[in-house]
């Protein structure tokens, strides 16, 4: 049905009309010992999950809604790096293959003209140094038009038909998502996490601007500058000294 033409990604699928959230469904496999490469993919969500138990609206047929298993043989701490590999496969497919303008907006938002089109949500199972898996969840809105949206998140989500008044094939999408991040992990396997680093820069939203930062402890100002091997955000302060930030949430429109 899904016609992949993969190695390893998506060999192993599973396709629900109608779940909950695919993420859920991830997780139970992967404890079940699927292997690293199998997919769940959702006609529609009915609670679809964000980050910081936020919600995804996930509208049958109207998006890509799909969880990766993956077993990456790094350390823990290092998964970050695949949330922001993650991210630059969805840009490059948007920008290369789709002709449109992503930015990734740190930690794992794709942005085009300044609204939210996908989101990534990384959840991992490790003990001690190693990870049994990580899941990828991956949510893109891709047919729906600007009114089907949410109304309270239609200021700051779009999709994919709304930012070029073109409808997509899901599945056709999905094959090619599947097929680059395919491509683009193996040259990670191969070069690690520079190559990464490098086209995340490229697409990073609102990278070498001033911005407000806003942590659980203080709010600064700085300008972005790139991402370091931990994920982290790098910002660089006006004494010069760069810091990483974390669980900070980066206030991305001060009035
Ligand atoms: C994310 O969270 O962006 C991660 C989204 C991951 C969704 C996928 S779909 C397949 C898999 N199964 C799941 O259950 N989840 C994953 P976060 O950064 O926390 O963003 C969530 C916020 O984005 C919400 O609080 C809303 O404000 C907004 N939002 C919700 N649905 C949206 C949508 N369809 N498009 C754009 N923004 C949305």
Do not use: C
């Not at 009114?147 to 994919?160: F, G, V, Y």
């Not at 996490?193 to 709010?219: A, C, D, V």
């Not at 300008?223 to 660089?236: F, H, K, M, N, S």
């Amino acid at each position: 049905q899904w016609g992949l033409h993969t190695d390893w990604l998506g060999k192993n699928v599973v396709h629900k009309e109608s779940t909950p959230s695919t993420q859920q469904i991830a997780h139970q496999l992967a404890r079940d010992h699927a292997s690293h490469g199998t997919v769940v993919i959702a006609d529609e969500q009915t609670a679809g999950k964000g980050r910081l138990n936020r919600e995804w609206h996930s509208a049958k047929n109207k998006g890509i809604w799909t969880s990766l298993i993956l077993r990456p043989a790094i350390l823990p701490y290092l998964a970050p790096q695949i949330t922001l590999l993650t991210a630059t496969v969805l840009a490059d497919v948007f920008k290369k293959e789709l002709n449109l303008d992503p930015k990734i907006k740190w930690p794992n938002d794709i942005m085009i003209n300044d609204r939210k089109v996908a989101g990534i949500l990384t959840e991992m199972q490790a003990e001690q140094d190693q990870i049994q898996y990580i899941i990828i969840g991956i949510g893109i809105n891709v047919n729906q038009e600007m009114n089907e949206l949410p109304e309270d998140i239609q200021q700051k989500a779009t999709s994919l038909r709304a930012t070029s008044e073109k409808e997509y094939d899901i599945t056709s999408l999905i094959q090619r998502i599947f097929v680059h991040f395919e491509k683009v992990y193996a040259e990670y396997e191969t070069y690690g996490f520079p190559i990464i680093k490098e086209r995340w820069e490229s697409y990073g939203y609102r990278l070498g601007e001033r911005t407000t930062i806003k942590t659980m402890k203080e709010t600064s100002e700085a300008v972005l500058v790139g991402i370091a091997e931990d994920g982290a955000l790098l910002a660089q302060y006006d004494n010069d000294s760069i810091k990483k930030v974390y669980s900070g949430e980066i206030d991305w429109f001060p009035n």
